[in-house]
């Protein structure tokens, strides 16, 4: 029997809304101040019809150039671009607003426009991933981790950029300045916890990629933990109308296990000796006070991932994944990047290698838009050197140099020693190591030394003092 041959009835529509999407934009010409609720919802290809999507992008142009959004205005405009004869003249813009039964239901009708968008876009994205899977293009691994970076793709909001002039975006550019200019004072992106490191770089921004890189037992885990806590404890106006809230942070630890970095955050706030937590010498007072500072602790937004052997797609994944859980995700941290290893594909060399790692890094700060701080290893050659000379600099990032390239930031931790200073021991307590933190690259900004005191017995680091006899002499 000869197959059937598809009939008109068997094409199915792609889900859409029509009335909703004029309902929207008739009520744009009874209440221009409805544009401002709508435009972080929706963009022109949330519309199915392609009138409607020229049609609001003419009502966001008109608002963002401080125009009045009515239908004289919005007919000009369609004019001007040459589209108005294209969506049907000025009698189908005049018409939208009959659909509008009630001006305060716009954004309901907006969630409707939105949602069958969504739907559109699942559907086209789930006939890429079977397309891609009958023809076999690629293995099974590498479908899956690519068929949840669209579906993630899809649960963010983000699609494929196109171009965009500067004028599109200078309003909302300067407007973001005026907002920041009122508190001048505060650090602009994610609190590190340590105050001469946020002036010098105004805290971790968006899409950055940091490196924080030192030898081993210098302390750079320490500090990265210090800056977890700082960050998850500083509230910040983030999402749904700038309300306060704390950021999240992602730790992924490929060295420790979840139950050691605990004890090392917990030990921090608290001020106690890790010896004495290892040790199970814990005093009565100690351990209430443990428990003080664990409770408060458990109320921070910090998420840990303690899966040894993750390679940086894993990485990026579980990551897409938390943002998705918690949207206030703003920092995400690597300890450490030596430990990674890339899974699929052919690497020819380490250092191959680590340059692809580098890479997939940068691209997760770009992807969900937060800061990544990335921990990695010096090489050895540094403890050659003397004097001066042993202070860390950009050729010592140890197996390639794609991590110098890719990183907006690059710090540097240097521990002075000097075992003989009685007075500062006496003053600080052993042991009490004097540490430079060195920034030696920053993509936006100046680079400079912080010096710091490292409390080896509870991992904090706190900032030394302008005027301190504590000052070392480098070696």
């Not at 392609?50 to 966001?60: D, K, M, N, T, W």
């Not at 959004?69 to 969506?87: G, H, S, Y």
């Not at 109320?299 to 390679?311: Q, S």
């Not at 990551?319 to 859980?325: D, N």
């Amino acid at each position: 029997m000869p197959a059937r041959q598809p009939t008109p009835s068997d094409v199915r529509v792609p889900p859409h809304n029509l009335e909703a999407e004029k309902a929207v934009l008739g009520t744009f010409l009874l209440n221009d101040s409805a544009v401002v609720d709508v435009q972080s919802l929706l963009e022109p290809a949330d519309f199915y019809d392609p009138r409607h999507q020229e049609i609001f992008r003419a009502v966001l142009e008109l608002a963002e150039s401080s125009k009045p959004v009515d239908a004289v205005t919005l007919i000009n405009e369609l004019e001007r671009k040459e589209l108005l004869e294209k969506i049907g003249g000025p009698a189908y813009v005049t018409g939208l607003e009959q659909y509008v039964i009630s001006p305060g239901n716009v954004l309901h009708h907006a969630r409707i426009v939105h949602e069958k968008s969504l739907l559109r876009r699942l559907i086209r994205t789930a006939t890429e991933i079977s397309d891609e899977a009958y023809t076999e293009s690629d293995n099974a691994q590498s479908l899956l981790e690519s068929s949840e970076q669209k579906i993630f793709n899809i649960l963010s909001g983000r699609s494929i950029s196109e171009f965009r002039s500067i004028d599109e975006d200078a309003h909302e550019i300067f407007l973001d300045l005026a907002r920041r200019a009122e508190n001048r004072h505060e650090v602009t992106g994610i609190t590190t916890g340590q105050a001469d490191l946020d002036t010098l770089t105004g805290g971790f921004h968006r899409s950055d990629l940091l490196i924080l890189a030192a030898r081993p037992s210098v302390g750079k885990t320490s500090l990265a933990l210090n800056m977890a806590v700082a960050a998850a404890t500083q509230k910040r106006p983030m999402g749904d109308g700038g309300k306060l809230h704390n950021p999240a942070v992602a730790v992924f630890s490929l060295e420790m296990n979840r139950e050691q970095i605990i004890h090392r955050m917990v030990c921090t706030k608290a001020k106690i000796p890790m010896d004495l937590v290892r040790k199970n010498r814990l005093g009565e007072h100690q351990l209430e006070q443990f428990q003080r500072e664990l409770e408060e602790m458990r109320a921070l937004p910090i998420y840990i991932n303690d899966t040894a052997g993750l390679d940086p797609t894993e990485v990026r994944l579980q990551a897409q994944r938390l943002k998705v859980r918690d949207p206030n995700l703003s920092l995400v941290i690597v300890d450490y990047l030596q430990l990674m290893s890339v899974k699929h594909g052919r690497i020819e060399s380490r250092q191959q290698e680590v340059s692809q790692i580098s890479r997939m890094m940068k691209a997760l700060a770009r992807d969900l838009d937060i800061p990544v701080l990335a921990i990695s290893q010096l090489s050895r050659g540094i403890e050659s050197r003397r004097g001066p000379e042993q202070r860390p600099r950009l050729s010592d990032l140890r197996e390639s140099g794609a991590l110098e390239q890719d990183a907006d930031v690059v710090m540097f931790l240097h521990r002075i020693y000097r075992q003989d200073d009685a007075a500062r021991e006496a003053e600080h307590g052993p042991p009490a190591s004097l540490v430079d933190l060195i920034v030696a690259k920053q993509r936006n900004g100046p680079i400079g030394t912080c010096h710091l005191f490292f409390r080896e017995d509870f991992t904090e680091f706190t900032k030394l003092e302008p005027g301190s006899n504590d000052r070392a002499p480098r070696r």
